[in-house]
T-cell receptor
Framework: EPEVTQTPSHQVTQMGQEVILRCVPI?????FYWYRQILGQKVEFLVS????????KSEIFDDQFSVERPDGSNFTLKIRSTKLEDSAMYFC???????????FGAGTRLSVL | SQQGEEDPQALSIQEGENATMNCSYK?????LQWYRQNSGRGLVHLIL?????REKHSGRLRVTLDTSKKSSSLLITASRAADTASYFC??????????????FGAGTQVVVTP
């Protein structure tokens, strides 16, 4: 069964460093998303992406964040200068269309020291 | 906010029993989705129910939706130890700026003991 894959599974970085989280969405999906879950808290929407541009973004998704689809398969989330409070599990998701099932990857645990 | 809020926060049952959890939300929705998350792992999609649907089944899962009360329930019948997980509801709004923007609740932690 097709699945969303995320790498790495765990990323440790120093505060102020840039990180890139990678995702390979399901191949025939057109909509891509990033969510995050701070330990013990709700899953929060960050951004949605369609047709090579951001569709929607939340207040969390500030200028430190960016997304890119550099080729036909990868979807990346970049955090330019990480802060301690960016420590969280980051989930990538994809769907074939809007208002459809979103399939999630296993997540990348980001630890900012 | 149209976030879903689950009730109860935690549920402990014996294998073979049924588990019921509820989700309430605040504003009109296009659909409501239920997900399962095993500790520290990814989100597994269970069921999507649209605003014009009242009930859906998938295996041992039954989901209802009452748009007049802005609430949904997830029933797991004949529970197994492997059903131990956190269960989340997530809503997707009606307006175009809310499409794709799932709003998650805090979840119900279900523990099924053998």
């Amino acid at each position: 069964e097709p699945e969303v894959t995320q790498t790495p599974s765990h990323q440790v970085t120093q505060m102020g460093q840039e990180v890139i989280l990678r995702c390979v969405p399901i191949s025939n999906h057109l909509y891509f998303y990033w969510y995050r879950q701070i330990l013990g808290q709700k899953v929060e929407f960050l951004v949605s992406f369609y047709n090579n541009e951001i569709s929607e973004k939340s207040e969390i998704f500030d200028d430190q964040f960016s997304v890119e689809r550099p080729d036909g398969s990868n979807f990346t989330l970049k955090i330019r200068s990480t802060k301690l409070e960016d420590s969280a599990m980051y989930f990538c998701a994809s769907s074939v269309a809007a208002k459809n099932i979103q399939y999630f990857g296993a997540g990348t645990r980001l630890s900012v020291l | 906010s149209q976030q879903g809020e689950e009730d109860p926060q935690a549920l402990s049952i014996q294998e073979g029993e049924n588990a019921t959890m509820n989700c309430s939300y605040k504003t009109s929705i296009n659909n409501l989705q239920w997900y399962r998350q095993n500790s520290g792992r990814g989100l597994v999609h269970l069921i999507l129910i649209r605003s014009n649907e009242r009930e859906k089944h998938s295996g041992r899962l039954r989901v209802t939706l009452d748009t007049s009360k802005k609430s949904s329930s997830l029933l797991i019948t004949a529970s197994r130890a492997a059903d131990t997980a956190s269960y989340f509801c997530a809503t997707e709004g009606m307006t175009t700026d809310s499409w794709g923007k799932l709003q998650f609740g805090a979840g119900t932690q279900v523990v099924v003991t053998p």
